[in-house]
C-alpha cells in the first residue's frame, strides 16, 4: 500500500494490484445493462455528522463496477462516457480500492470527510473517510468530486493521456505521491480497461 493520504474531500491512494482476466469481467459492463434507478443522495450533514462506523468492506465486480461509474458519469455530464473517459475513470477507482476489492463502504476513490459519517481504516487511524448508503452514491461521489473540484483531470478523462490526467490531478492535491507514481498505477488497469470500452462500442 503506498504511504499517502488526504485531506478534505480527497483520497488516500492504495497500491494498483493487477487482476487477471479483467477485461473478461467487464465485457457486459455496459452493453445493454440499464443502470439503477438514481439513488438519494448520502447523508453527510443531517445531524449525523462526525458520527464514526465500521470500515466494512463493500467489494464489487468489475462489471458492476463500470455500470455504476458510467452511470454516475452520465448522470453528471448528460452524456454517456466515452470509451476513454470510462477506462481512465474505472482506472482510477481501481487504483483506490485493490480493483474494487478493498472498497470500504461504498466509497469508490477513498475519500475523506471533515463533516460526514465516516469510518478509519486500521493502517490509517488519522484520516476519516466518507461513508456512503449504497454503491451508486459513491460512484457518484467520485464522478462528482472530479467535475467540481478537479476541472482540470474532468476535462482530461477521455484524453487517452494518463501522466497528463495524473497530474492534472496531483495540481489540486488529490494524491500525495508523485505523478510518476500515479501514472504507473493507472497504467496497471487502463489499457486493458480502455480495450472493454472499445469493444463495447462506447464512442
Known sequence: MYPLS???????????????????????????????????RGVLDDGRSGVEGPATLTPTSHTEAFRLLGGAFEDASGTRPSADALAMLAAQSA?????????????????????????????DTAHKYRIYQSA?????????????HYPEAWRLLGADDVRTYAEAL??????????????IALRSWYPSFRAVTQGQGNA
Open 170 to 183: 496531483k495540481s489540486r492535491g488529490y494524491y500525495e505521491a508523485s505523478p510518476a507514481e500515479y501514472a
Open 6 to 40: 488526504a485531506e478534505n474531500g480527497t483520497p488516500r491512494m492504495n497500491r494498483a494490484l493487477v487482476v487477471g482476466g479483467a477485461a473478461a469481467l467487464v465485457l457486459l459492463a455496459f452493453s445493454g445493462a440499464r443502470r439503477a434507478p438514481r439513488a438519494v
Open 95 to 123: 487504483v483506490e480500492t485493490a480493483g474494487w476489492k478493498k472498497m470500504h463502504r461504498w466509497n469508490f476513490g477513498n475519500i475523506t470527510t471533515k463533516t460526514g459519517p465516516f469510518f478509519r481504516l486500521v493502517n
Open 136 to 148: 451508486e452514491d459513491g460512484a457518484r461521489a467520485l464522478v462528482e468530486l472530479l467535475r467540481d
